[in-house]
Nanobody, 129 residues
Framework: QVQLQESGPGLVKPSQTLSLTCTVSGGSITTKFYYWSWSRRPPGKGLEWIGYIAYSGTTYYSPSLKSRTSISRDTSKNQLTLQLSSMTPEGTAGYYC?????????????????????WGKGTQVTVAS
């Protein structure tokens, strides 16, 4: 059974870069054909998809955030990382990683909701000075 655990700072100052880690256990992040996704949910709002890294290492980001988003991985640690620069108070949210199980290869678009499998519990990030 795969498990995901987010970790990182709970407080980030405006204009600074957020860095989060998702540690995966019970399954390899290089296993075909999964994608590994980052999303966030601001208080009282819906879930916003940020981007993903596929089993192959290929990345794809939300067009609204791609200019300041970087998703990477450390295969030796079976970990995913999210770096989101130029943070603003609007970035205050719960941040989640998840394994996406696509029925077909479809890089270049956001994952469909029904493709999500296991989620991490999330980690709260507050952007404030």
């Amino acid at each position: 059974q795969v498990q995901l655990q987010e970790s990182g700072p709970g407080l980030v100052k405006p204009s600074q870069t957020l860095s989060l880690t998702c540690t995966v256990s019970g399954g390899s992040i290089t296993t075909k054909f999964y994608y590994w996704s980052w999303s966030r949910r601001p208080p009282g709002k819906g879930l916003e998809w940020i981007g993903y890294i596929a089993y192959s290492g290929t990345t794809y980001y939300s067009p609204s955030l791609k200019s300041r988003t970087s998703i990477s991985r450390d295969t030796s640690k079976n970990q995913l990382t999210l770096q989101l620069s130029s943070m603003t108070p609007e970035g205050t949210a719960g941040y989640y990683c998840a394994r996406v199980e696509p029925p077909y290869y479809d890089l270049g678009s956001s994952p469909r909701p029904e493709w999500y499998g296991t989620w991490g519990k999330g980690t709260q990030v507050t952007v404030a000075s």
